[in-house]
Every structure is written in structure tokens, then in C-alpha cells.
């Protein structure tokens, strides 16, 4: 269908319960069914079609979890090398932080909407220059339009000042 949501967080899980999209059919002949791209820390709470994971202990975990076998891990070369034929290494490797790097894959992958969950100023992401590297991949993939899902008052202001990103609250990406 062309649509993804990236979850980054849980941050909004009390307000989305977003566990749920991996049951979801997507409408009249799976016309908008979505594809999941997350983090590990997602992964360990739901399938994902799409994981991308840099931290070792959590990719133990999931390697421990045969987590791999049915669903695509992206990580480091280094991490590729380390368990050869298991996981996948993310094309072209961006200096982005991985939370970002879901956006950036949905992307690359040729989605034309990216849905953005926890993606919220609150969310505990690695880095504190995320948000701009957020930016970078929204106004390089101008023909790629990003919602964010949550509060307004949560999303970076400089995001809106691309054509290509809108902002939904919860009730209107659930609808």
C-alpha cells in the first residue's frame, strides 16, 4: 500500500495501544495496511516487519529469541559481521541515531506516507540533536509525506515547515 508507521517510543502508549497494528488487515484488499518498522525495545513488544537495532545487549536478546527468523533485523556492518547470514546491514549507513533510522528506511523502501509514533520532544531518544536529524531525512524525501502521531505540541516547530509533513492526533490516525 505504500504506507509505514515508525514507532520510536512508548512513550504514547497509554494514549495508542500501537501493538495492535501487526492484526490489522488494512481495509478492502489490504489497500491501507501498513508496514511496522521499530526498535528492539518494540520488538520485544511486538512483531515488527521491519527492526532496526545498533545495541548489542538488545540484539542478544532478540538473536535469543530467534527473532530473526521471521522478521528483518537491520544493524552495523560490525554486528552483520558478528553473526554472519542473521541480520541485515542498514544501506548506506547514515549517521543517524535508529530511531531516525526507521524513518529514513520507510523511506529509502519507497513509502509514500510514513506515520511517526513517539516521536514526541518527551521520548528518551539517544541523541539530543535527534529531532534535526529527523528533519534532514524529511526534506530529502520531499515526494515522501511524514505524519506525526501524538500531540502538536510535541513535534519539533521546524518540521512544519515542509510541504510533505502533517501532524494527527491519535484519534485521527486511528479513524
Known amino acids: ?6 514507532i520510536a517510543s512508548a512513550v504514547d502508549l497509554s494514549e495508542f495501544d500501537f501493538t495492535i497494528l501487526p492484526q490489522h ?3 478492502l484488499l489490504g489497500s491501507v495496511k501498513l508496514q511496522t518498522y ?12 521491519f527492526t532496526v ?24 556492518p560490525k554486528n552483520c559481521l558478528r553473526y554472519p547470514g542473521v541480520f541485515y546491514t542498514i544501506p548506506y549507513n547514515p549517521p543517524f541515531v535508529k ?28 541523541q539530543s540533536d535527534w529531532a534535526s536529524q529527523l528533519e534532514r531525512v524529511i526534506s530529502t524525501y520531499s515526494s515522501t509525506k511524514f505524519f506525526h502521531v501524538g500531540y502538536e505540541s510535541q513535534l519539533d516547530s521546524n518540521w512544519k515547515n515542509y510541504a510533505n509533513f502533517s501532524h494527527l492526533s491519535h484519534r485521527e490516525f486511528i479513524t
Open 38 to 49: 521499530g526498535v528492539g525495545e518494540i520488538a520485544k513488544m511486538m512483531r515488527l516487519d
Open 25 to 27: 488487515k488494512g481495509g
Open 53 to 76: 537495532e545498533k545495541d548489542d545487549q538488545i540484539l542478544n536478546d532478540l538473536f535469543d529469541l530467534h527473532y530473526y527468523k521471521q522478521n528483518v533485523i537491520y544493524t552495523t
Open 99 to 126: 530511531e531516525v533510522l526507521l524513518a529514513y528506511l520507510a523511506a529509502f523502501d519507497g513509502h509514500k506516507e510514513v506515520f511517526l509514533i513517539g516521536y514526541n520532544l518527551d521520548s528518551n531518544i539517544g
Open 1 to 6: 500500500s505504500g504506507r509505514a508507521a515508525c
